[in-house]
């Protein structure tokens, strides 16, 4: 079994950044590719990120150059760092066991001023 659990998220003005966390339990991270994804209101679910357990790294266009992606296998713990934030990234962010399929309950980003 594997809960994961996200934090970060917040209220944060048009240009800010926000490093997103999601903490793992169990014993498969350390070989589990991670992926983060978004969804916004009345959006389907989409993947920004994923990370394999060399930390090989993998974004979609839409995100390169502003999202970045990290983990540390110690704490069992994946990061999404999102710089200049856009009101389109306003979304609940999640994270996910790529091939297990477990996710997180999610954590809002929300950006306005």
């Known amino acids: 079994q594997v809960q994961l659990v996200e934090s970060g998220g917040g209220l944060v003005q048009p240009g800010g950044s926000l490093r997103l966390s999601c903490a793992a339990s169990?014993?498969?991270?350390?070989?589990?590719?991670m992926g983060w994804y978004r969804q916004a209101p009345g959006k389907q679910r989409e993947l920004v990120a994923t990370i394999n357990p060399g930390s090989s790294t993998v974004y979609p266009e839409s995100v390169k150059g502003r999202f970045t992606v990290s983990r540390d296998n110690a704490k069992k713990t994946v990061y999404l760092q999102i710089n200049n934030l856009r009101p389109e990234d306003t979304a609940v962010y999640y994270c996910h066991t790529v091939g297990s399929d477990y996710w997180g309950q999610g954590t809002q980003v929300t950006v306005s001023s």
């Open positions: 169990g014993s498969i991270f350390s070989r589990t590719t």
